[in-house]
Structure formats: C-alpha cells, structure tokens
Nanobody, 120 residues
C-alpha cells in the first residue's frame, strides 16, 4: 500500500489545517491508518491511529484534544484535522499503516510527507 499525505502549509499559531492521506491504486478499507511526524533534529513521533471501522484508536498526549483523525471510505482517504496549532507542531507529517505492538502503536509504510509550518 503506497500512502501519500497532502494538505500541509504555513499557518499562524492558533490556526488550523486539515491533512489528507490517500492511496493510489489500493483501497484503505481494511487497514488501520495513522499519522506520524518528524520535526528537524527530533525523532519520529506517532500521533494518531484510526482502525478500519473508523474508530480513532490512539492519540499522542502532545496532540490529544487538538487533533482529530477521521476517515472517509467513499473517498479512500484518512484525515487529520489539526486545531490550535503551536510552533512545536512544525514538522513533516506522514500517514502510515498502524497497529498496536508491544505496549505502543507502531507505524509502517509511510510515503511522501507534507510539511506543516506554524509561525508564532
């Protein structure tokens, strides 16, 4: 499954963006899909995961209450609505397949990311 994230851009602190994740040529219906990000000089961070039935399964503490994951099977897409953005949310965001591993969520198959820049 090849995933591609889009929707990033420049936004002021406190603003909102919605990221989209699609797959060309593959259906996402049977997969749990999530979002990860990587800021310059920092480790990759898992943010959220939504199961195949459309129920959000996980939010990282850093985004809980501000980010909302959802999916639309008719559009073969998964979304990440990001509200109340902070400068520390600046990163490249990727969508990926996700699952619950050994006491934490794991991610794989991330494709091309999208850059989110939050200006203070």
């Amino acid at each position: 499954v090849q995933l591609q994230a889009s929707g990033g851009g420049l936004v002021q602190s406190g603003g909102s963006l919605r990221l989209s994740c699609t797959s060309s040529g593959d259906t996402l219906d049977d997969y749990a899909v999530g979002w990860i990000r990587q800021a310059p000089g920092k480790e990759r961070e898992g943010l959220s995961c939504i199961n195949s039935s459309g129920r959000p399964a996980y939010y990282a503490d850093s985004v809980k209450g501000r980010f909302t994951i959802s999916r639309d099977k008719a559009k073969n897409s998964v979304y990440l609505q990001m509200d109340s953005l902070k400068s520390e949310d600046t990163a490249v965001y990727y969508c990926a397949l996700c699952w619950y591993g050994v006491r934490r969520y794991e991610y794989e198959n991330w494709g091309q990311g999208t850059l989110v820049t939050v200006s203070s």
